[in-house]
T-cell receptor, first 113, second 111 residues
Framework: DPKIIQKPKYLVAVTGSEKILICEQY?????MYWYRQSAKKPLEFMFS???????DNQTASSRFQPQSSKKNHLDLQITALKPDDSATYFC????????????FGEGSRLIVV | QQKVQQSPESLSVPEGGMASLNCTSS?????YFWWYRQHSGEGPKALM?????GDKKEGRFTAHLNKASLHVSLHIRDSQPSDSALYFC???????????FGKGTSLTVIP
């Protein structure tokens, strides 16, 4: 069974609209992350959270907002979507302090038309 | 500027052969390194971590780290067709806040 659940797996959105990508992890980890993968910028770090608090933010645009309602949830809200936002978005988690290996979900593939 | 550079971009080796992948960091603050593998349509999965200078072996995989030159390599012996994938090097300065990935090396193992 997948330990990191991402929803939806695929979505098509219209330019200018808003979407939320869901991520839940059942590994008991205390840190969660979002990465974006596209042909132009493979595996680009976006955000990291620990205990529902922001650790690091490398996303220049405020259109990307992480939301953490529970410690094992880290959703990603994307507003005013642009075609350049088309990518696969990966959620990951790690246990800070024990080697910190990242465990990735299967990704949410977003296409903006 | 890409903080982690990988070479080669792509690599083909015969089944049973040795594959050698390279990674160099431009940030001297990076102290922690990982190798990840991604098969098509899946998320990346960690192969191994290396935090100290020298070699680290796990099965058919051997990683080598030289912190002075900020160079880390991955050697896969007895390569199998199932090893065909995209391999990423990742680096971090803190080991938990952020992890920076290279652009990857696409490995093809030819049966």
């Amino acid at each position: 069974d997948p330990k990191i659940i991402q929803k939806p797996k695929y979505l098509v959105a219209v330019t200018g609209s808003e979407k939320i990508l869901i991520c839940e992890q059942y590994l008991g980890h205390n840190a969660m992350y979002w990465y974006r993968q596209s042909a132009k910028k493979p595996l680009e770090f976006m955000f990291s959270y620990s205990y529902q608090k922001l650790m690091d933010n490398q996303t220049a645009s405020s259109r990307f907002q992480p939301q953490s309602s529970k410690k094992n949830h880290l959703d990603l809200q994307i507003t005013a979507l642009k075609p350049d936002d088309s990518a696969t978005y990966f959620c990951a988690s790690s246990q800070v302090g024990t080697g910190n290996t990242l465990y990735f979900g299967e990704g949410s593939r977003l296409i903006v038309v | 500027q890409q903080k982690v550079q990988q070479s080669p971009e792509s690599l083909s080796v015969p089944e049973g052969g040795m594959a050698s992948l390279n990674c160099t960091s431009s940030d001297r603050n990076f102290q922690y390194f990982w190798w990840y593998r991604q098969h098509s349509g899946e998320g990346p999965k960690a192969l191994m971590s290396i935090f100290s200078d020298g070699d680290k072996k796990e099965g058919r995989f051997t990683a080598h780290l030289n912190k002075a030159s900020l160079h880390v390599s991955l050697h896969i012996r007895d390569s199998q067709p199932s090893d065909s994938a995209l391999y990423f090097c990742a680096a971090s300065n803190t080991g938990y806040q952020n992890f920076y990935f290279g652009k990857g090396t696409s490995l093809t193992v030819i049966p």
